[in-house]
């Protein structure tokens, strides 16, 4: 399975693959959060994560984040940082999409 390219929030990611064969891949990327505008009060950020797949098709999903301004320091010691995504996909030959049964964020 290969990886073709990947964006998360329209911004391109520099992908380092670190597994692959014919059924899975593992690939890793950071994404910077800098010159986004934090989140309103009581609202969270509505992010996609598109993954193009060789031979296979278009993964996309839709995660919810709140964004801190830089200098907002209180919230890096209780929030949470996403460090990974792990996905388990089914593809159909019906189709070009890539639906997701299973994911876990770590």
Known sequence: MT?????????????????????????????????????????????VLSLKIKEVGLLQMETQMKLYSASSTQHCQWGTMLHGIEMECESSP?????????????
Do not use: W
Request: aromatic share 8%; hydrophobic share 30%; charged share 30%.
């Open 94 to 106: 019906e189709s070009d999409y890539v639906k997701i049964i299973k994911e876990i964020y770590r």
């Open 3 to 47: 990886l073709e390219e990947a964006s998360f929030h329209g911004q391109n990611l520099e992908l380092v693959q670190k597994f692959g064969d014919s059924n899975a891949c593992v690939h890793s990327s950071n994404f910077n959060t800098n010159g986004l505008k934090p989140s309103k009060k009581k609202e969270r950020e509505t992010m």
